[in-house]
């Protein structure tokens, strides 16, 4: 992967034009597929059908974000409907080593995402066996929240232990990122932003994409 990769959240879109939102942003890395189940989370977002539906219309890479109880449950199912990656919440998994091996045996990208209240060391067991460790810079549940100040720390420190372990695990956020804080995040050390409201709310979706790489880069 490239050093900066953006990963607009659909939750973000119009559902009622869900194609013409997704057409807009293929110039991303990544389509992050925001998944809730009423459990985990206090929403309810969409499901496997839709992401059967948009497979058939886009190649775009699906970044499937798993907000939900018993994610073992339905791996297959989403790798199955056509996710790139599967991301699990490590607080919903008695056993994310197994999990991570489900999701690999099923030829996916692993990833394991982890709460803002919960201590970041809760993921460092997984560095170098998921190919994302998606950090929640807001609490998940809900697009257009801002980014939480901890989260810088939060990110250093993962930082600092995946390049300790010489892994190449690609640190993601998600949440409240925008033109504004993304140069800020970089420096603390993530390389995937997944931006719903940013991307979504803009006239210009593509040219917000462009933007937030942009700014990224500034010195
Ligand atoms: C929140 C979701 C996020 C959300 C981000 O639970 O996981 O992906 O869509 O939305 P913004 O970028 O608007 O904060
Ligand atoms: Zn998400």
Redesign the pocket.
């Known amino acids: 992967m490239k050093d900066i990769g953006i990963a607009p959240?659909?939750?973000?879109a119009d559902f009622g034009y869900l194609m013409r939102d997704i057409k807009a942003v293929e110039n991303a890395d990544y389509l992050?597929i925001?998944v809730?189940d009423g459990h985990y989370?206090n929403?309810i977002s969409f499901g496997i059908p839709v992401i059967q539906s948009i497979r058939k219309y886009t190649d775009m890479k699906f970044f499937t974000?798993l907000?939900i109880t018993e994610p073992e449950k339905y791996v297959k199912a989403f790798a199955d409907a056509g996710s790139d990656n599967i991301t699990f919440h490590v607080e919903c998994s008695d056993d994310p080593d197994s999990l991570i091996d489900q999701i690999k045996a099923l030829g996916k990208s692993a990833g394991i995402?982890v709460h803002p209240d919960t201590p970041i060391e809760k993921v460092f067991p997984y560095i170098g066996k998921v190919d994302i460790i998606l950090v929640?810079?807001?609490?998940?549940?809900?697009?257009?929240?801002g980014?939480l100040p901890s989260s810088d720390e939060r990110i250093r420190k993962l930082r600092a232990a995946i390049d300790e372990a010489g892994s190449d695990t690609v640190i993601s956020v998600?949440?409240?990122?925008?033109r504004a804080n993304i140069k800020q995040i970089y420096d603390a050390g993530a390389r995937l932003f997944?931006?719903?409201?940013?991307?979504?709310?803009d006239e210009d979706p593509a040219k917000a994409i462009e933007d937030l790489i942009k700014c990224c880069t500034l010195s």
């Not at 959240?9 to 973000?12: E, K, Q, R, V, W």
């Not at 997944?194 to 709310?201: K, L, P, R, Y």
């Open positions: 959240s659909i939750l973000a992050h925001d809730m989370v929403n974000h907000m995402s929640m810079t807001v609490y998940p549940g809900f697009g257009g929240q980014y998600d949440g409240g990122v925008t997944v931006a719903g409201s940013t991307v979504f709310n």
